[in-house]
């Protein structure tokens, strides 16, 4: 049976207060995600049409809700229409491009993207008769976490470990949601004890040096994220992220070239192979053809000279965008003009975005050319 959906009372009774089998709406919005749960549940009994009809409508509210365009996809694919299934389906992965996919060094929560609806509704329906089992609550937790729902996520980490007070899973979970919520030095606290019980944590140490950052002690972040690249045993795609943090370039470069060969449907492996080329001084790969994804091809022309960087920043719709291409023209700039390199490195800072790769690199750019 579909979970409740009236909103009422939820919306009356802080997230704190909200009981363990409570659904609470993600990043698409209330009215959206209940549309999208109720075309499901139509279709699951039988009317396709009502249900097209509803994801229909979801998606003129929250036209990034790929998880909605995707279902429609598959009722239309099971009423026989293929081919506008096959536009629906096509529509979803762009829609799903769109959104840049977590850094391959962190945990796998936080790798994820896209909505998280369904899966988080499924949990909740475990939770109405298993309220007492931690495994739920720590399971609707991270699919809260990846999507963006951090708030909701701490909510149910704290009852997870109320039920398994020793979990370093559920622990190091929470540390990860206090630092989407800005509270580092909690976040940092948490994640101690998790390395206490498990030095070798690569998750733990990754995510610890992103709250140290976040709060401007360096020092301690390098120091965990050179312990966390010596975990990696290689491991091309983390090892990558992980030294492009510590702007060690030369250390980046050969698993970026292994990265560009082995996935070239992320354009962002061979603008990160550019910038570490650039910052060694050596002569630049030529730039891969980005037409998938018309962001990263932006940055690729603000590096090769053929985009102004007005017209990239005009572009930029996001914060984390922003810090991107600032972090780029920071790269374009410093051969020429180290000053003014220097000022938009700390733009970069300025932003507030830590998780990114290019907040870490930027600060340790600037602590580098102040030494």
């Known amino acids: ?21 409570d659904w609470a709406p993600g990043a698409n919005g209330s009215e959206a995600e209940h549309l999208f749960l109720r075309a499901l549940a139509l279709f699951r009994m039988g009317d396709s049409q009502a249900a097209i009809n509803l994801l229909r409508q979801a998606t003129a509210l929250a036209p990034s809700f790929a998880d909605a365009v995707e279902a429609e996809g598959e009722v239309l694919d099971r009423s026989g229409d293929s081919a ?13 491009q769109k959104g840049r996919a977590g850094a391959p060094d962190r945990h796998f929560v936080l790798r994820q993207r896209g909505s998280h609806t369904a899966e988080i509704v499924s949990y909740t329906r475990v939770l109405k008769s298993l309220k007492k089992y ?17 708030e909701l996520a701490l909510a149910d980490y704290e009852r ?6 020793n979990s370093m899973d559920a622990l190091a979970m929470k ?27 690569s998750d733990a140490l990754n ?44 250390r980046a470069l050969p698993h ?54 007005e017209e990239v920043m005009a572009r930029a719709d996001t914060a984390g965008r922003r810090a991107e291409a600032l972090f780029q ?29 290019e907040h870490a690199a930027a600060r340790n750019e600037l602590s580098r050319s102040a030494s």
């Open 175 to 201: 540390a990860e949601a206090l630092s989407a919520l800005g509270k580092y030095a909690a976040a940092i606290e948490d994640l101690d004890k998790v390395l206490a019980a498990n030095p070798k944590s």
């Open 84 to 96: 506008a299934a096959r536009a629906r389906y096509e529509e979803a992965r762009k829609l799903r």
């Open 1 to 21: 049976m579909l979970v409740r959906l009236s909103g009422s009372l939820r919306e009356t009774l802080g997230t704190r207060r909200r009981p363990a089998d």
């Open 160 to 165: 997870t470990l109320k039920l398994h007070p």
């Open 256 to 309: 970026l070239e292994t990265m560009v060969r082995n996935d070239r449907r992320d354009a962002y492996w061979a603008l990160y192979l550019r910038t570490a080329q650039l910052r060694l001084g050596r002569p630049a790969t030529p730039a891969q053809s980005a037409a998938d994804d018309e962001w990263v091809a932006s940055l690729l022309a603000l590096q090769s000279g053929s985009a102004s960087g």
């Open 329 to 357: 023209l920071g790269v374009a700039s410093h051969a020429s003009d180290r000053n003014a390199a220097r000022a938009y490195w700390q733009q970069v800072l300025d932003l507030g975005q830590p998780a990114l790769v």
């Open 134 to 150: 931690a495994l739920p609550n720590l399971a609707r937790g991270n699919a809260y976490l990846a999507d963006r729902a951090p």
């Open 207 to 250: 995510a610890r040096g992103i709250a140290h950052m976040a709060i401007g002690h360096a020092d301690l972040a390098n120091t965990d994220w050179r312990a966390q690249l010596g975990l990696l045993d290689g491991r091309p795609a983390a090892s990558a992220y992980v030294a492009l943090r510590l702007a060690d370039y030369e």
